[in-house]
């Protein structure tokens, strides 16, 4: 079978011819359709009707300017007649948009105008529903780091936290230094021939060592201001003298002078001072030569001192 059936060039014939409208004899521009509604009956009187039909039909399209070339035999025109339906019917409009020629037996040529101009865009329509939240997505991997920021503001001061454990005993403090000393001498020392360091045969007290008794000096073991003081006592005897001086290091820091009168009674005094010492400094009691201490069982010669403030 051969059926030269071409939409663009049935448009063109049928504008070119000048037909306008397919009814009976004539025809409108547009494009042709078949149409076989499917009746009830026999076979028989579908085959019958074919060859009227498809006469009827090669005419029109003939007069419209189109050629259809058909070959076919008997079987497949048979084949074409027993289809249930081909196309659906178009009703004609009053504005020559679509021609058609009922032909008998409920078979329609329906022949379609061409699209018109594009419409104007219709109005938007109302807003669908809302959709449902998607599925959560796969967590992306972690950014880098950005930079510090800025400092923030002082926060308000926190409460009071609880009292904390008693810690551990420490250790104590060490004692403050001591040093002192006092001795005291119980026999008279008369008239030596230069000046002489006077000895001390009682130790009353020496804490801290600091005190020799065989030299009769004082040796600072401890830097610090320390207290002093002596006495002397005359011979009974008239006109009986004595001069005594407290010594640093060969230097006269102190000195005691007693003179007795025409009497024969013992003239007693003492004096005392206050030095700042260095570790080896050396203080004692010193007698001028010719002259003369007076002591016995009751301790008239003493010689004291103390430190008073480590330095």
């Known amino acids: ?34 149409s076989h509604s499917t009746q009830q009956g026999k076979r028989k009187r579908r085959f019958a009707r074919l060859n009227l039909e498809f006469r009827k039909f090669n005419s029109t399209l003939m007069k419209c300017g189109l050629i259809m070339i058909v070959r076919m035999n008997t079987a497949v025109v048979l084949s074409l007649l027993i289809l249930p339906a081909i196309f659906a019917d178009e009703p004609t409009t009053a504005g020559g948009g679509t021609c058609s020629r009922q032909l008998h037996n409920s078979q329609n040529i329906t022949v379609v105008a061409a699209p018109g101009a594009k419409g104007e865009p219709g109005t938007e329509g109302p807003q669908g529903p809302k959709g449902g939240p998607g599925e959560k997505g796969v967590r992306g991997a972690p950014g880098k780091l950005g930079p510090v920021g800025p400092a923030g503001e002082k926060g308000d001061k926190g409460q009071q936290g609880s009292r904390g454990e008693k810690g551990v005993p ?45 030299t009769g000096k004082f040796v600072a073991t401890v830097g610090g201001v320390y207290f002093f003081t002596f006495t002397g006592m005359t011979l009974y005897l008239p006109n009986a003298i004595y001069f005594v001086c407290l010594m640093k290091n060969g ?60 330095i």
């Open 170 to 214: 420490g250790t104590s403090p060490p004692a403050p230094l001591v040093v002192a000393f006092s001795v005291a001498r119980t026999t008279k020392l008369e008239k030596p021939s230069s000046n002489t360091v006077v000895t001390y045969d009682v130790i009353l007290s020496n804490v801290g060592g600091a005190y020799n008794q065989e």
């Open 1 to 34: 079978m051969f059926i030269v059936l071409a939409k663009s060039a049935l448009l063109s014939t049928c504008r070119a011819t000048g037909i306008r409208k397919y009814s009976g004899n004539k025809c409108e521009h547009g494009t042709v359709y078949f």
């Open 251 to 310: 230097a006269k820091m102190v000195s005691l002078l007693e003179i007795n009168d025409q009497q024969s009674n013992g003239q007693s005094s003492s004096n005392s001072a206050i030095l700042q010492l260095q570790p080896g400094d050396e203080v004692w009691v010193e007698l001028g030569s010719d002259r003369s201490l007076y002591s016995d069982s009751g301790k008239y010669l003493t010689f004291s001192g103390f430190l008073i403030h480590a």
